[in-house]
């Protein structure tokens, strides 16, 4: 059986030729919108294969400017050998020029000692090792994808574990904590997908009530809402309190009118059960009302009053597992913060938590600890994913840096607190492009710096870490992606479009699966 370092070596080979190194992707790549299932094998590739290059290719490469170009260099090389007098003239150190020339054989040899550089694999499964790629700086990251040496994924893997062996009752679910790359769904949408898909759907998870940005969606869901809600987040909090809930955006309705409805996806292969929902919302002194339905038919009226501010949550059921849910405002004034959508079977719920420009150090300045406290026990996740560090790397002076690692460090402090069983992920900030004198696409200096804070403080706090600068590529890769002919990111070359974002998200599928495989294998050989 192939070793679980060498099987991931392999993979993250297959993933750089691909991608990183800006070759055109397709529907059968990795950066396009994944069908496929993981193999319950840890010898089995992980990333869709690459496509079976077309015959055409061969007149396009010797018509091409490059093939041109190749010829014009070997003419003008053997132009002295066929002019005796130009030869004469050409020696370097008493070497004559043909002297200085390649044998034949030497050609020979050094074509049968190397691997082909532009060979591409097909849709077979590969039987020999890919073309290595450059590794990334740390040797860790190159081995493994989630660097884990306290083994701080073993709860999330044990419920994958329990959920894969079809236990009743065995949800394994993941809260997502991140910035703007996330908040469109793109990134998280691709890893719920191929997660349900390989080990069962069992709902949408956490959904905000709102818009809060126009752009904010959600993939495998059908969603609408509207009636004039009002809104405020961990960046833009429209009150002191903290009380932003488990999303970090609380919304705000006065009086009857404002709505959220929810329901399956009309396609596609996840999100097609709920049976039950339960919404988040504020419990408070004078607290409005607000209903919940089923198919706009049954339905319960909610009250938020309370004597005091705390968290609350009400939950409506239906055994038709494929019904539609309603959310209305009845009178008075209530916060509402979101909507959780599961079913009961077993499977995997994905929680996309992204808040635009948020910061890590904002779930420890803004967010009341209290009250998320209540939020992450009452959600009771197995993997908590904190995934920032892009809008940090605007300001990332000396002193920054050291603020920076402070809060996340809080931030890490009142995970573990709240959820002394759940197993806590850092993932870093995807590589940042800017601009450089002469109009070069470079990466931005403080996201290496970054990187390396978030590594140690993963580190010393005991949490998993996943590099995903140098998983994606490292140093340059929005360059490649934003001049590849096939983009892969966004003009202000830091958010990745719709097949960039299934890329990452499929790399973010890979690490974690690699993680699960390598739990099973040491299971197995005990």
């Not at 994913?385 to 892009?390: P, Q």
Request: aromatic share 8%.
């Amino acid at each position: 059986m192939e070793t679980s370092k060498r099987h991931t070596w392999r993979l993250w080979s297959q993933y750089h030729n691909a991608v990183a190194s800006g070759s055109p992707l397709d529907n059968n790549t990795i950066g396009a919108k994944p069908s496929h299932t993981l193999p319950r094998s840890g010898t089995d590739s992980l990333i869709p294969h690459i496509p079976k290059l077309k015959t055409s290719w061969l007149v396009s490469a010797w018509l091409g400017k490059p093939a041109r170009t190749i010829l014009f260099v070997i003419l003008f090389a053997l132009a002295p050998l066929a002019v005796p007098r130009l030869e004469s003239k050409l020696t370097v150190k008493g070497e004559s020029y043909r002297a200085l020339l390649p044998q034949a054989r030497e050609l020979v040899a050094f074509k049968q000692h190397s691997a082909s550089s532009t060979t591409l694999g097909t849709t077979d499964v590969l039987t020999t090792e890919p073309t290595e790629a450059p590794r990334p700086a740390n040797e860790v990251c190159a081995d493994q994808l989630i660097e884990d040496p306290d083994n701080a994924m073993r709860s999330f893997n044990e419920a994958l574990a329990r959920t894969e062996a079809k236990t009743k009752g065995a949800i394994t679910r993941i809260t997502h904590y991140g910035d703007s790359p996330i908040t469109n769904d793109g990134i998280t949408g691709t890893t719920r997908q191929l997660m349900q898909e390989r080990f069962g759907d069992s709902g949408h998870g956490f959904i905000l009530i709102d818009r809060p940005w126009d752009w904010y969606g959600h993939q495998a869901i059908s969603f609408s809402s509207g009636g004039g809600w009002t809104s405020g987040s961990l960046m833009n909090p429209r009150t002191r309190d903290g009380e932003l809930g488990l999303g970090g955006v609380a919304f705000y309705g006065n009086g009857a009118g404002k709505y959220a409805h929810f329901a399956p996806a009309s396609e596609g292969s996840i999100g097609r059960k709920f049976s039950h929902l339960e919404v988040y919302y504020l419990q408070q002194p004078n607290g409005g009302q607000f209903s919940l339905a089923v198919d706009d038919q049954d339905s319960q009226v909610v009250s938020t009053a309370a004597d005091q501010e705390t968290s609350g949550f009400a939950q409506i059921k239906t055994s038709a597992a494929t019904g539609s849910f309603s959310v209305k405002t009845l009178g008075g004034e209530v916060r509402l913060f979101g909507a959780v959508l599961e079913n009961d079977d077993p499977g995997v719920v994905y929680d996309s938590l992204g808040v635009n420009g948020a910061f890590a150090g904002l779930l420890a300045t803004a967010m009341n600890e209290h009250h998320w406290t209540e939020q992450l026990q009452h959600r009771n996740s197995n993997l908590v994913i904190l995934n920032y560090g892009t809008n940090e790397s605007e300001y990332a002076s000396d002193d920054q840096m050291q603020r920076y690692e402070k809060e996340l460090r809080e931030v890490v402090r009142r995970v573990r607190t709240a959820l002394p069983s759940a197993s806590i992920l850092i993932v870093s900030p995807m590589d940042r492009g800017k601009r450089a004198p002469g109009g070069k696409v470079v990466t931005l200096p403080s996201i290496p710096k970054i990187v390396e804070m978030q590594r140690r403080v993963a580190r010393e706090t005991h949490c998993a870490f996943l590099n995903m600068f140098a998983a994606m590529g490292g140093e340059g890769t929005m360059a490649r992606w934003h001049e590849g002919k096939k983009h892969l990111v966004g003009a202000d070359l830091t958010h990745p479009n719709a097949p960039g974002a299934q890329t990452v998200g499929t790399l973010l599928y890979m690490a974690l699966m690699e993680s699960y495989i390598g739990y099973t294998e040491r299971i197995a050989r005990k």
